[in-house]
């Protein structure tokens, strides 16, 4: 009974070294904790934090490892990328509808209504003769709070195989109904031990009251129903925008032109620029950025105008592209005061990084390297295979970030040195010494009597 604890020491003990080893390369680590155990791929969006601690540009000193110190596979999401909407879902109440004869009276003159729109009954109370239009059933749909994309079908009867083709309509009244899905199918068939079932009716994103699903086909046998779902249209979430705000150091050109120069402290993916004057003002800026001191500074947007009236102030300014420069520098034109420093605030969307839970955990994120590198993994391909099997719906489970504690520290961020080119040095001393060979044998040549 202890043999399982002390095998799982030693191999904790046979693993450090691999563990030094990769914390070696990185400065800091962030655990973490993943909300559903058996997802397989998890999302975990990037804080503040992390963003201070990388320094490439391209983030490529980002990664997860797992408990023995290896890369699993990760990339990292595109920022402008909405994060894909959930599906919600609602059981709507249904209703059958009675083999409808011609001249028979509407839906809504034997339906029995709650004061607040809800459907109690629908019931035939009068009609003889005509003929048979056909089966189907109302749903009421009075209480859902957004429009409906899919409906989600459930029968009993699994023995009897059919192709049902329907039509939905909507109403508000009972009355008056427009169509939003037509031609649609319910489907279950079945051979050879294999079974292909179609339960679910896409219409037209609609909000109403009722729903009517009729059969095309009037003859048509009536379905056992079990229940309905209906799948609601949602909006996809946002990331909410966030800011950093600098305070910088007015400097004069050759030219005696003013700017303000600012510094930012990690590869944030600012998109967005703004500016916070004192007072009462107004002017036009140019803003630039540059990673370096040694680089030329590069336009980031269009000039624009800044301004602030009472409590009212200029809408935020959007960049050409995403920029992770560490210098940015604010040019005042025309119009704009020269005095003291304005606070640049530039705002950023958190990015997110994907990953497969590949390995052993617990897994933890790491960033913070000037020697490691992220192998992005092709994971857009994959999400994009999911969605197809599961639905488009379908997205990582989330994971979140613990609190970091430090790794190799700043030791992590100093470049490896430079290898050593044997070859050079090796093809330097031949050189060399063919050179001392040849002068060897001009001295002696020179030392030697003249013949008689």
């Not at 068939?189 to 009251?209: M, Y």
């Not at 040195?417 to 070859?423: E, L, Q, S, T």
């Amino acid at each position: 009974m202890k043999k399982a604890p002390r095998m799982k020491a030693l191999l904790a003990l046979l693993l450090m070294p691999l563990a030094a080893n990769a914390g070696a390369q990185y400065a800091r680590q962030w655990p973490l904790r993943l909300d559903s155990p058996d997802a397989g791929a998890y999302r975990v969006v990037l804080d503040e934090s992390v963003y201070r601690q990388l320094q490439s540009p391209m983030l490529a000193d980002l990664d997860v490892l797992d408990a023995q110190a290896r890369a699993v596979p990760a990339a990292l999401l595109d920022p402008s990328s909405p994060e894909t909407p959930r599906t919600r879902t609602v059981e709507l109440p249904w209703f059958p509808l009675p083999a409808q004869r011609r001249g028979a009276p509407d839906i809504a003159s034997i339906s029995e209504i709650a004061t607040d729109g809800s459907l109690r009954r629908v019931e035939w109370r009068s009609g003889n003769g005509g003929t048979v239009v056909g089966n189907g059933f109302v749903l009421d749909a009075s209480r859902v709070d957004a429009p409906i994309q899919a409906l989600r079908i459930r029968w009993t009867d699994t023995q009897t195989l059919f192709d049902l083709s329907v039509r939905v309509d909507a109403s508000d009244d009972l009355r008056e109904w427009r169509t939003v899905a037509e031609d649609a199918h319910l489907v279950e068939l079945a051979n050879a031990g294999q079974r292909i079932v179609r339960d679910r009716i896409e219409i037209q994103p609609v909000k109403a009251r009722y729903l009517r699903v009729l059969p095309t086909d009037r003859d048509a046998k009536a379905l056992q129903l079990s229940g309905i779902t209906a799948e609601l249209q949602t909006v996809a979430p946002t990331p909410q925008w966030q800011w950093r705000v600098l305070t910088g150091q007015r400097v004069e050109d050759a030219d005696k032109r003013v700017h303000y120069e600012f510094a930012l402290d990690g590869r944030f993916p600012v998109a967005q620029a703004d500016l916070s004057l004192p007072g009462n003002s107004t002017g036009a800026w140019r803003l630039q950025a540059r990673d370096d001191a040694t680089a030329p500074w590069r336009d980031v947007a269009q000039p624009w105008t800044a301004y602030r009236l009472g409590s009212d102030a200029s809408p935020p300014q959007p960049l050409h592209a995403v920029h992770r420069d560490r210098l940015w520098r604010l040019t005042p034109m025309s119009g704009a005061s020269q005095g003291d420093a304005p606070r640049l605030r530039l705002g950023y969307r958190p990015e997110a990084l994907v990953f497969v839970a590949q390995g052993t955990e617990p897994f933890v994120l790491v960033a913070g390297s000037a020697r490691a590198a992220r192998a992005d993994a092709p994971l857009a391909t994959t999400i994009e295979a999911m969605r197809a099997q599961r639905g488009a719906q379908w997205q990582p489970a989330t994971a979140t970030l613990g609190a970091s504690a430090a790794l190799a520290g700043p030791s992590a961020l100093t470049p490896a040195p430079a290898p050593r080119d044997w070859k050079t040095w090796l093809l330097w001393a031949l050189l060399v010494a063919g050179a001392l060979l040849v002068a060897g044998f001009a001295i002696s040549l020179l030392r030697e009597k003249p013949a008689a």
